[in-house]
């Protein structure tokens, strides 16, 4: 018997136009065979799904539902394909839990956590993960940002603490482009994050579980064009970016990546598909954890899609895989 899946997309920050094409792809994708989508669009100004002659349908909040004419439509699971708040940072997860509805990815404490850069960092430096030094900051809260910077080492990365697709985020490499930089990302959050840039090469990993088995999916290197100073949105989303899968590596690293990309994934209790992101450090030998995307881009242009491609799968078969494990 067919399942009714909830394809949720939209959200609240600059991320939607992402989310859109995330939910385009995942909907494209589908085994039609086994699951009926129905699209939930969640914006400021309410949450609908829209039918093909135009018409929206606003959704019961009260227990997820449609209705639809005179059809009480419920959903078996949700696919949440929202980048950002409310889709990434664990608010629809503990919603979906309290109505019992299960739901693909990290669970809300997991998504809230690895929302919030610094506490992924810091969680992360505890459980002896590598990670980059860095110093939060609040807005409004009076600090000096070149002091409490002083024992950071340049290059430095200013970056909106919640969120993702680096919205907002600058590399400085003095201590005249910070209070710049930091006014560029406090309008993205009201917290920001400063940490050291690592040398070394850049590799991001995408990662899921599938009949109670965690597979690394293959390892893509990322590299930016050379107009562009890191890997931004306009390197990830804008064709400014070589991205290179499977990444031409040794395998002694890409058995540390892997490994240490399965650390992580079961360190922060994760599920689903996430992916990570790392700096290779080829003077220390190790692998640098920069974040963890709890709900990583599915558009066409996107890292994961390349990666299960090139494992030897269709989409169709990874989604297939990825709901079969939550239902």
Avoid at 100 to 110: H, R
Avoid at 134 to 147: A, C, M, P, R, T
Avoid at 282 to 290: D, I, V, Y
């Amino acid at each position: 018997m067919k399942k009714n899946l909830a394809l949720v997309t939209g959200g609240f920050s600059g991320e939607a136009v992402i989310a859109y094409k995330t939910a385009l792809t995942i909907e494209t994708h589908l085994d039609k065979e086994l699951f009926t989508a129905y699209k939930i669009d969640i914006n400021l100004n309410g949450w609908f799904y829209e039918l093909s002659d135009g018409r929206k349908i606003e959704v019961d909040k009260n227990d997820f539902s449609l209705q639809v004419d005179n059809q009480k439509i419920k959903f078996d699971a949700v696919f949440i394909s929202i980048h950002g708040t409310p889709g990434e940072d664990g608010k629809l997860q503990g919603y979906f839990d309290m109505l019992g509805i299960p739901y693909m990815g990290c669970n809300a404490a997991v998504s809230a956590l690895t929302f919030n850069k610094r506490n992924t960092v810091a969680a992360a430096a505890f459980a002896g993960i590598d990670v980059s030094k860095s110093v939060l900051f609040y807005k409004l809260d009076g600090q000096n940002f070149k002091e409490a910077t002083k024992n950071l080492r340049y290059p430095l990365f200013v970056k909106a603490n919640n969120g993702g697709s680096s919205i907002g985020m600058s590399k400085i490499d003095k201590p005249e482009s910070l209070d710049a930089a930091m006014v560029k990302a406090f309008n993205e959050d009201d917290e920001v994050l400063v940490e050291e840039f690592i040398e070394g090469r850049e590799f991001t990993i995408g990662i899921f579980q599938s009949n109670g088995e965690i597979i690394v999916l293959p390892i893509t290197e990322v590299k930016a064009n050379a107009d562009m100073p890191f890997f931004d949105f306009e390197a990830k989303y804008q064709g400014k970016s070589t991205e290179i899968t499977p990444a031409v590596i040794n395998e002694e690293m890409a058995s540390k990546l892997r490994s240490a990309a399965i650390r992580i994934y079961q360190v922060f209790n994760c599920k689903g598909v996430v992916r990570i992101d790392f700096i290779y450090n080829e003077e220390t030998g190790k692998p640098f954890m920069l974040e963890i995307n709890t709900i990583p881009g599915q558009s066409e242009a996107s890292i994961v899609p390349q990666q299960v491609k090139v494992m030897g799968w269709s989409l169709k078969e990874f989604y297939t895989n990825l709901l079969r494990e939550i239902l």
